[in-house]
């Protein structure tokens, strides 16, 4: 049995549903900014655009540039519903308030995430922090949502602040917050996601801290109550906590994921999970089942083309002498993601890519303050390098 790194199980299984494919990023970022300039008038398009933007200049390494998309977004909502005499866009500013939270965790500024996170508490939300001082938000993050139609950004709130606060506290080892954590949100009615999510989360934190059998036991009551949607999430974590003890299991459950396995959508969800659960088969030792999730992997990854996945199965496939390393690295030599190109010594970005991101960050400062035509004219003469069209 191999030892176990707490660190290396983290994160937990369970993962949003609506997770982003991670595309060769100068690929991506061309689409998005051809939408951009063809929608610049439709903020229900250009908002989730910029909320992308900042994704991408975030997977680059460019956090300076990822935060100031966060602030010109913040900014443009203020700026347009001040236009309009309106409120009805303020709410989104929900979403760059979650993603400097994001950001700050990324870069393990456990402080400032720490702040943001507790901001969203359902007994902190009505208060005024720092982010509404630092940017002129004049309402409240409770206010914002209940500004929203449909409570849509009340559910949002709460899956970030319920599950990732909880990946959060598990990840730094804040034992203490996390268990008072856990303990509220479980015996809350927060709906089957968020529940079942911190469920995972307090078997992870008994393994991590040797009490297996509080882990089975949660085991057990799980089966008995977990809809099929997340059986293959739990049975993972079954053998891997029999493993861990050293305890017996039935062979079968193998062969019973295996065909759970064989039933998940090949999307950025379904393949988010089989390579995450192939890191499992990795810790306990089943090299076979790992391999044979490996290349089901790479086989999704490579259809919806997902960088990042794509890079992590194929060097492991490395590692374990199934694939070569020259191809490997001439596969991904001209990655735009800082985390690909630091693990293969590829050095600095190309200055055309760095000269890309300063004028996307400037095209989303232009229309922060609602110059559209600068804007547009940033948009255009970008577009026409990248692919010599609009």
């Not at 078997?203 to 977990?226: P, R």
């Not at 089989?274 to 499992?280: C, K, L, N, Q, T």
């Not at 991101?357 to 255009?380: G, K, M, P, T």
């Amino acid at each position: 049995m191999l030892n176990y790194n707490p660190q290396f199980f983290y994160p937990p299984l369970l993962v949003s549903s609506d997770r982003l494919v991670r595309h060769p990023l100068n690929e991506w970022s061309s689409r998005l900014l051809s939408s951009f300039y063809k929608s610049i008038h439709n903020v229900d398009v250009v908002l989730p655009i910029m909320n992308q933007l900042a994704l991408i200049e975030t997977c680059r390494g460019n956090y300076g540039g990822a935060f100031e998309i966060c602030v010109a977004q913040i900014n443009f909502l203020k700026n347009l519903s001040k236009k309009n005499k309106s409120t009805q866009y303020l709410p989104a500013i929900i979403q760059p308030w979650i993603n400097i939270a994001r950001m700050d965790r990324w870069q393990n500024k456990e402080i400032n995430s720490t702040e943001i996170y507790k901001s969203m508490s359902p007994d902190n939300r009505f208060k005024f922090c720092e982010l509404n001082s630092r940017y002129g938000i004049e309402f409240s993050l409770g206010e914002l949502c209940n500004l929203g139609e449909n409570n849509s950004f009340v559910a949002v709130v709460n899956n970030v602040y319920w599950t990732e606060y909880a990946r959060f506290l598990l990840r730094s080892n804040s034992h203490n917050l996390l268990q008072k954590h856990l303990q509220s949100g479980i015996s809350s009615n927060y709906g089957a996601f968020i529940k079942i999510s911190l469920i995972e989360v307090l078997i992870l934190y008994q393994v991590k801290i040797d009490n297996f059998d509080s882990a089975l036991k949660l085991l057990i009551n799980i089966f008995g109550n977990c809809s099929e949607k997340y059986l293959l999430h739990f049975k993972v974590l079954e053998l891997f906590v029999s493993e861990k003890s050293g305890r017996d299991y039935d062979k079968g459950v193998i062969d019973e994921i295996m065909l759970y396995v064989s039933l998940v959508e090949r999307d950025s969800y379904g393949l988010n999970l089989i390579s995450e659960i192939s890191r499992v088969f990795k810790i306990i030792g089943l090299k076979d089942v790992e391999i044979e999730l490996l290349s089901i992997s790479k086989e999704i990854a490579e259809e919806i083309n997902d960088e990042i996945i794509l890079f992590y199965v194929m060097e492991r496939l490395v590692e374990i002498g199934l694939c070569n390393y020259e191809l490997f690295v001439s596969k991904f030599e001209k990655s735009s993601y800082s985390v690909i190109r630091k693990k293969l010594k590829l050095g600095n970005l190309p200055l055309i890519e760095v000269n890309r991101s300063i004028r996307i960050v400037d095209a989303v400062n232009y229309l922060a303050v609602l110059d559209y035509e600068n804007c547009l004219n940033v948009l255009h003469e970008e577009n026409i390098e990248m692919s010599g069209t609009i």
